[in-house]
């Protein structure tokens, strides 16, 4: 059971804009930034967004981010078949005194 | 470019340890911590402490505290988790992670991960 909840799948057309939900907690999300990281298919996690909505270098504009009290979503608009992966949101938690994960979206391109 | 190679995959016993190393390379060692991160099969990934590899100062997430041990040998610039009294469900993908020690920071690099599988 992760401590930060996102929907087990979402799905998307190329081009069509798709968001990523990601729920936590006050100890959590509600009092730290929060951070993306895709997973492609067999291989190590990598970050997208940091701090709620920064890009690292060479991650495309396209993926973008935000937050609202405990929160947050991931945005990726002209969806692109290489976007097919699993996503993760992750925060530092307070109360835990540790870094902690959501349990993954994966993103289906039709 | 910021490398992190990871040893083999392991298959070990229950009850056994297990010991996976990280060999860091492309950056400024002591500007960064560095973060222990395990992945089970089809799950999230979960973090299992952090070490400052200038002085080996070390937080262990609550539920490992006790069996887990983060070292490492500045000599060589290779960080090392040790595992111990493995139980089935520690099988995992364990990941060497480059990142900082404050509550908005981030994991920038990963390693390729090492598969460790308990077996009987």
């Known amino acids: 059971q992760s401590v930060l909840t996102q929907p087990p799948s979402a799905s998307g057309t190329p081009g069509q804009r798709v968001t990523i939900s990601c729920s936590g907690s006050?100890?959590?999300?509600?009092?730290?930034?929060v951070n993306w990281y895709q997973q492609l298919p067999g291989t190590a996690p990598t970050l997208i967004l940091y701090?709620?909505?920064q890009w690292p270098s060479g991650v495309p504009d396209r993926f973008s981010g935000s937050k609202s009290g405990t929160s947050a979503s991931l945005a990726i608009s002209g969806l692109q078949s290489e976007d097919e992966a699993d996503y993760y949101c992750s925060a530092w938690d307070d109360s835990l005194n540790a870094w902690v994960f959501g349990g993954g979206t994966k993103l289906t391109v039709l | 470019q910021v490398q992190l190679v990871q040893s083999g995959a392991e298959v070990q016993k229950p009850g056994a340890s297990v010991k996976v190393s990280c060999k860091a390379s492309?950056?400024?060692?002591?500007?960064?911590?560095m973060h222990w991160v395990r992945q089970a099969p089809g799950q999230g990934p979960e973090w299992m402490g952090i070490?400052?590899?200038?002085?080996?100062?070390?937080s262990y997430a609550q539920q490992f505290q006790g069996r887990v041990t983060m070292t490492r040998d500045t000599s060589t610039r290779t960080l090392y988790m040790e595992l111990s009294n493995l139980r089935f469900e520690d099988t995992a993908v364990y990941y060497c992670?480059?990142?900082?020690?404050?509550?908005?920071?981030?994991?920038?690099?990963w390693g390729r991960g090492t598969l460790v599988t308990v077996s009987s």
């Open positions: 492309g950056f400024t060692f002591a500007d960064y911590y």
């Open positions: 992670v480059r990142g900082y020690w404050y509550s908005s920071s981030y994991f920038d690099y």
């Open positions: 701090n709620n909505d």
């Open positions: 006050n100890a959590n999300i509600g009092s730290n930034t």
């Open positions: 070490i400052n590899p200038t002085d080996g100062s070390t």
